[in-house]
């Protein structure tokens, strides 16, 4: 036994996890070895087939059909995806998107790699305030919602409470009731839960740095500020990519915090794609379309994710 | 007592897998009830009052577990995974077309005429639910949707002599209301409470037979009554009516409600007859003495007499098991009987068997009048769901800007999507 496992790690190794099982599953000579490795994969298999592979083909079938739920399906050819890019609406849909993910992930892992960075040269002195960070991750967005929602209220709101009580009173403002401020209100409520990863990820990388490094560094006489730019700064990227990543991802998908802050309005100031796709099919009962935008959606998925998956595979080799 | 909600139901399979002795009702009647809160207390109220009066009968009553923020989606799952049902709670006039259309109800006709229905319903409650010349469902709730409620104590501190039934003293009214530090008329107008305040203008500026012709698109959302209501409303917001419009589309209609009836911040507010239980239940105000409510107020004579009304029906389904016993359960709601239920309850029926003696004052003071007035459905419940989406968004870009060039602008876009949907 310990020999057949040997052999599958040597195999792995050598050229990778599936050299020559191809040739060995269709000669219909699988080794022992195989049937182990499949049996061990096929809870996997099952449940990823089970919960991602058949509603991803569904979805896709779905969004060639025009259906209500209840109406018998129609076939609609591409009529969805065309119909998709001649709606205004979609295209408000994209734009709120970009401006979403770009000010989350790019706000988000700004404060946390500053933070895991400031952490990195006092670590004790900063624990506090990274426990605080990251319990804010832990918290289900609908929890925060409603808190964010008390806090930008117009009327009673924390945030025009304190604008009020310092004299700013000109400055307050119905933050969700106005579009142009609206999008900003989710993006804050938004950030402070997910500024809680990148400040994980940024800090791991940052420990990760050998002490003895930054020691030289301490005895050839560079500053704090030194050392955060030109040592700490440059090996925590792998964490800060990683953050970007998962945040990027993380807001692609942002539904909650939209649904209770907004609900996409007003007049569809934050109604991102995700929301959208929503609207159309659980809304207004237009399942083949709200799936041709989920499509969309998840195209646009995988083309973020490319840059992080041929790193991962360079950095494998 | 003999409900099975869907918890039962499960335990009662278990036991009869697990070798218990299982019972069996000689006729189960299976409730597709997606209410909660009170509303569902009411439900089960006539469910358990039906099989008392008819013990043969069991009910099983089905309550969907998620629907979101339209209860259409829960119904809409729970068929499409298999779940069977005789009777179904509707109260939307739309997805009723819809599900006549898709062939899942039976129209009721016949029991209609075999059970003496007319007798209890007059014909604009059996024309609410009426498709290609057949009736499908009988409704045996009606909600006001034309109240403006507001506080005795405010108008009368205010120097408001009674309550402005006309549009002119209502807009009027507001001076009085400002000079007390008040915001004469809050509006809740994040999702979908600022269409009840066009719908009631519409139906005083162009009466029932327009709106009407306006939710079946038989005239154009540009047409000129359309813009003179919202000019009418206009009207309103010039007389500096509401909060800006930011804190509008920001709040619901539950903020607009604590303003009036609860913080005494604002002077009126419209909503539906559920403000009732509102202020009763979570203010624990006193009907009349505490708040009250007035009908929208009369802008043309000639439409004094329009109510805009909600309503709930039971519709009996295509493929139901028992489609005798749902019928004779919607007799059994219209009945005395069932009236008396519902009454207790504090919700009013169009059931001509109720006695009204048994509702609170609110209540009657609406029901009284439902059986006089020109009952229109509201408007929103009629439109297709993508309609009554750019429908709501269209209030909201009004509400920011009500210039004429809007007006234009936001009928143009309600005329186009009308003109998408009605092909």
Same mark, same amino acid.
């Given at each position: ?5 040997? *052999? ?54 779905? *969004?060639?059909? #025009? ?144 002490? *003895? ?105 | ?379 929103? #419940? ?42």
């Amino acid at each position: 036994m310990s020999v057949q496992h040997g *052999s599958i790690l040597t195999s792995q190794t050598q050229a990778g996890p599936f050299a020559g099982l191809a040739t060995r599953l269709f000669g219909g000579n699988l080794r022992r070895a195989d049937w182990i490795a499949f049996a061990l994969l096929a809870p996997t298999l099952i449940f990823f087939s089970i919960g991602v592979l058949y509603p991803l083909f569904e979805t896709i079938r779905v *969004s060639f059909l #025009d259906w209500t739920g209840l109406s018998q399906p129609k076939p609609a050819g591409f009529s969805n995806y065309t119909k998709l890019f001649s709606d205004a609406n979609f295209w408000n849909a994209l734009r709120v998107t970009l401006t979403w993910t770009l000010a989350c992930t790019g706000i988000s892992v700004a404060i946390g790699w500053s933070v895991a960075l400031i952490s990195g040269l006092a670590p004790k002195q900063t624990a506090p305030f990274r426990v605080a960070i990251f319990a804010a991750y832990g918290i289900s967005e609908t929890a925060s919602g409603l808190m964010w929602l008390g806090i930008l209220q117009p009327d009673f709101g924390l945030l025009n409470g304190i604008l009020r009580l310092v004299g700013l009173e000109g400055w307050a403002s119905p933050w969700l009731g106005e579009p142009s401020t609206a999008i900003w209100g989710v993006v804050a409520a938004y950030v402070w839960t997910q500024a809680g990863l990148p400040l994980l990820t940024c800090y791991a990388a940052i420990q990760a740095i050998p002490k *003895s490094q930054l020691e030289a560094a301490h005895m050839d006489g560079a500053s704090h500020f030194q050392i955060l730019r030109y040592i700490m700064a440059p090996l925590s990227l792998p964490g800060v990519r990683i953050a970007i990543f998962i945040n990027l991802l993380n807001s692609l998908k942002a539904f909650d915090m939209i649904h209770i802050l907004t609900a996409g309005g007003p007049i569809r100031a934050t109604e991102t794609v995700g929301y959208f796709m929503y609207q159309e099919s659980v809304i207004y009962f237009k399942q083949g379309y709200g799936a041709a935008s989920t499509v969309v959606l998840l195209l646009a998925v995988i083309v973020c994710s490319i840059p992080l998956i041929l790193d991962k595979a360079s950095e494998s080799k | 007592m003999k409900i099975l909600n869907s918890a039962s139901a499960l335990a009662i399979a278990a036991m009869t897998f697990a070798g218990g002795t299982a019972f069996a009702a000689e006729k189960e009647l299976v409730i597709f009830n997606w209410l909660g809160g009170s509303e569902r207390d009411l439900i089960i109220a006539l469910e358990e009052g039906f099989t008392a009066k008819y013990p043969d009968y069991e009910i099983k009553d089905i309550n969907p577990a998620a629907g979101g923020d339209d209860p259409r989606s829960g119904i809409r799952s729970a068929m499409l995974s298999g779940e069977e049902f005789d009777l179904l709670l509707n109260t939307w006039p739309s997805f009723e077309k819809e599900l006549v259309a898709a062939d899942l109800i039976s129209p009721i006709d016949a029991a209609w005429e075999q059970y003496g229905w007319s007798q209890a319903l007059n014909d604009s409650w059996r024309n609410l639910a009426k498709h290609d010349g057949k009736t499908y469902g009988a409704y045996f709730i009606a909600g006001n949707r034309s109240g403006v409620w507001y506080r005795p104590d405010t108008l009368a501190k205010a120097g408001i002599a009674g309550e402005p039934t006309q549009w002119k003293d209502f807009l009027s009214s507001f001076s009085a209301l400002k000079e007390i530090g008040m915001l004469p008329v809050s509006i809740g107008a994040r999702s979908w409470a600022q269409t009840e305040w066009f719908e009631n203008a519409l139906l005083r500026t162009a009466g029932p037979a327009f709106a009407k012709e306006l939710s079946e698109h038989k005239v154009a959302w540009t047409d000129d009554r359309v813009k003179e209501t919202f000019r009418n409303l206009r009207d309103m917001l010039e007389a500096d009516c509401c909060a800006e419009p930011g804190a509008m589309l920001s709040s619901h209609w539950t903020d607009a409600a604590d303003a009036v009836l609860k913080n005494k911040k604002a002077g009126f507010m419209l909503i539906g007859s559920w403000a009732n239980q509102r202020a009763k239940n979570e203010y624990g105000l006193t009907p009349i003495k505490d708040y009250s409510y007035m009908q929208f107020p009369v802008i043309k004579p000639e439409y004094g007499n329009a109510m805009s009304v909600d309503g709930k029906n039971f519709l009996v389904m295509k493929q139901a098991k028992n489609p005798e016993g749902a019928e004779l359960f919607i007799d059994f709601v219209l009945s005395k009987e069932g009236s008396a239920i519902i009454a207790a309850q504090n919700l009013a029926t169009p059931s001509a068997n109720v006695d009204p003696s048994s509702y609170d004052p609110i209540v009657r003071k609406y029901a009284q009048i439902l059986p006089l007035v020109d009952v229109f459905f509201v408007l929103d #419940d009629l439109l297709p769901a993508e309609l009554s989406g750019e429908f709501r968004i269209s209030l909201q870009k009004f509400l920011r800007d009500p210039s004429d060039a809007s007006i234009d602008s936001v009928t143009a876009a309600l005329e186009a999507k009308a003109s998408e949907l009605y092909q």
